[in-house]
């Protein structure tokens, strides 16, 4: 085997997330009235790099708005596992995902997750989209990789007060000749480009600053999260 093909099987290449739209509904069952403290609607900070996180107005807990999200048991999903590495509990919640969508009624999705598979979390994402009805996702404490993508695809986006989420750039392997290789990169590089340009555009944030702030990944809390409108609201479950 020559130097060169060694190299080339050696060589590792950007994996990818490829995800689509999300589909518009009537408004989550939460009630607008029962919150801890009315305060004003912040508007969206504009950041341009990764230090101007630290410039977000820090709420205090005696005025931030937190909403009762009212969760019907029947027609919740939980994902609070690895994606991907459980193939019972995958197919368990793709089962729910499928069955729960033949119904016009809210689909509550709670996430506290690692992340995981892209394949798997697509899969996930394809039945949240092609539910008949509104589909709502909810950080319950830990969402982040593909979880993180999963909670963004939601039709309202919410987290708990004080959960984490987090954005980095896929990762993977690929093994070949070096044009093979080459056509999966540029395969992937069109996935990522979706996805970031999908959550930058929900989030009213220009593509580039989000491709800034999650470059080196990108942890934030809820609260920070709700600032730069990667999440619609901090709420508590009932």
């Known amino acids: 085997m020559t130097k060169l093909n060694k190299a080339v099987l050696g060589t590792v290449a950007t994996l990818a997330v490829v995800t689509w739209g999300v589909k518009t509904a009537s408004?989550?069952?939460?009630?607008?009235?029962?919150?801890?403290?009315?305060?004003?609607?912040?508007?969206?900070?504009?950041?341009?790099?990764?230090?101007?996180?630290?410039?977000?107005?820090?709420?205090?807990?005696?005025?931030?708005?937190?909403?009762?999200?009212?969760?019907?048991?029947?027609r919740t999903v939980t994902i609070d596992f690895p994606i991907g590495y459980y193939e019972h509990l995958d197919n368990a919640v793709k089962k729910e995902l499928n069955e729960l969508g033949n119904s016009k009624e809210p689909i509550y999705v709670l996430l506290n997750s690692p992340g995981g598979s892209v394949d798997v979390g697509n899969e996930f994402v394809s039945l949240m989209q092609a539910a008949d009805g509104p589909v709502y996702t909810?950080?319950?404490?830990?969402?982040?990789?593909?979880?993180?993508?999963?909670?963004?695809?939601?039709?309202?986006?919410?987290?708990?007060?004080?959960?984490?989420?987090?954005?980095?750039?896929?990762?993977?392997?690929?093994?070949?000749?070096?044009?093979?290789?080459?056509?999966?990169?540029?395969?992937?590089?069109r996935g990522?480009?979706?996805t970031n340009r999908y959550i930058a555009e929900r989030s009213s944030m220009k593509y580039e600053t989000f491709m800034e702030l999650q470059k080196d990944n990108l942890w934030i809390d809820a609260e920070d999260a709700k600032s730069l409108n990667l999440i619609d609201d901090l709420v508590r479950l009932k």
């Open 27 to 74: 408004s989550p069952n939460y009630d607008n009235q029962d919150v801890l403290v009315p305060s004003p609607k912040a508007s969206v900070p504009i950041v341009g790099t990764r230090t101007e996180l630290n410039r977000l107005s820090l709420t205090q807990p005696e005025t931030k708005t937190v909403k009762t999200l009212k969760v019907d048991p029947k």
């Open 138 to 189: 909810v950080c319950v404490g830990l969402c982040a990789s593909m979880a993180a993508i999963i909670l963004e695809h939601g039709t309202k986006r919410f987290a708990l007060d004080r959960s984490t989420i987090m954005f980095h750039d896929a990762s993977g392997g690929a093994r070949g000749s070096l044009g093979e290789m080459n056509s999966i990169l540029q395969f992937y590089r």
């Open 192 to 194: 990522i480009e979706k």
